[in-house]
């Protein structure tokens, strides 16, 4: 999850942000930037602080929307790509092992908090190494954990929403139903302000069927009944907005587009629009695949998104598939 797109330099001291330097960079291959801006971003008094563990591929895309409204946005890192570049400072190192005084102090001054990093063998990374700081924090007004709609298991094609019964099949999935439980818990416990949303496969810029076409990467995969869902990365941080607009303790959130459908379809529909031959119908029992694809294939629901839509006011920009890659050709032609 390395943050490769934008940064915030910022200097947290008894409490609150000194010395903050807001950079970006392109905005950030989507951009309207063609170079790092750095600007002195002291911002208002009512700015939110969002300190994000993984500030990834995901999670940049909410950060891009809260910059834009004078937020102060910082994140953690596992290495050190940046390394060589021309950014003046690199943001908080975190591989999951090592706690440092810094990324302490930057819990200390956030408002919000997300959490994208997906648990480990051995739990939550963020609350084994930070859950007394979190605790502690004053200033939290939303922590947002993203989840995977992976925990509910096989549904046999029905639909399913926020109160489905768990029944994930893989590690993976089990793994995050106790995470889900225990930040639930410390939420209780510390009077904090938890949020869990549970995520379908998450496509965006330069991650999606567009670009595993034109790499050769893409492949028609045959099980009859099986759908998937999916949702745009800007609907993602779109969603999450909404829910920092309207914070609601415990409250857990599928997030989902309007249309799950087999997935040789969407391999079928990206082809269409790069005027490329669809890769050969293979059967399910025939597919060579590694274990954690064949994962995604053992387990078949349509997911509800009601609730994001009727609770927190969200109107997709991209409803389903085709719309979203319908708009990311216009960005792939112009990085052709």
Request: net charge neutral; proline share 5%; aromatic share 10%.
């Amino acid at each position: 999850m390395g943050w490769s797109d934008l940064y915030l330099i910022d200097q947290c001291t008894f409490g609150i942000y000194s010395d903050v330097f807001l950079v970006t960079k392109s905005i950030y291959s989507r951009g309207r930037l063609n170079s790092y801006e750095i600007k002195d971003n002291q911002g208002s008094s009512d700015a939110g602080r969002l300190f994000c563990f993984g500030l990834g591929f995901s999670a940049s895309y909410l950060a891009e929307r809260l910059l834009s409204k004078g937020w102060y946005v910082s994140g953690t890192s596992r290495d050190n790509e940046w390394q060589g570049t021309a950014l003046p400072k690199s943001p908080y190192l975190f591989d999951g092992t090592r706690p440092t005084s810094e990324i302490s102090a930057a819990i200390s001054c956030a408002t919000h908090l997300l959490i994208t990093i997906p648990p480990q063998l051995s739990g939550d990374v963020v609350l084994r190494n930070f859950s007394e700081e979190i605790a502690k924090a004053r200033h939290l007004k939303w922590i947002g954990y993203i989840s995977s709609t992976g925990v509910y298991g096989d549904a046999q094609g029905e639909w399913v929403d926020e109160t489905s019964p768990l029944r994930g099949v893989t590690d993976l999935n089990r793994r995050r139903i106790e995470v889900e439980s225990s930040w639930l818990k410390i939420g209780k416990d510390y009077g904090l302000p938890v949020m869990i949303f549970r995520c379908v496969g998450i496509y965006g810029q330069d991650r999606n069927l567009l670009v595993s076409v034109k790499q050769g990467r893409a492949r028609r995969i045959d099980k009859p009944g099986l759908v998937f869902s999916r949702i745009h990365a800007e609907d993602l941080a779109l969603t999450l907005e909404a829910s920092i607009q309207k914070p609601m303790p415990g409250e857990i959130y599928n997030v989902s587009d309007d249309y799950p459908c087999p997935p040789a379809e969407a391999v079928e529909y990206a082809c269409n629009l790069l005027g490329t031959q669809p890769p050969p119908l293979v059967p399910y029992e025939k597919a060579d695949l590694s274990s954690t694809a064949r994962g995604f294939y053992k387990t078949n629901k349509r997911i509800s998104n009601k609730k994001i839509k009727e609770v927190l006011g969200v109107k997709l920009k991209y409803p389903d598939f085709r719309s979203g890659l319908d708009a990311l050709l216009k960005e792939f032609d112009r990085g052709s």
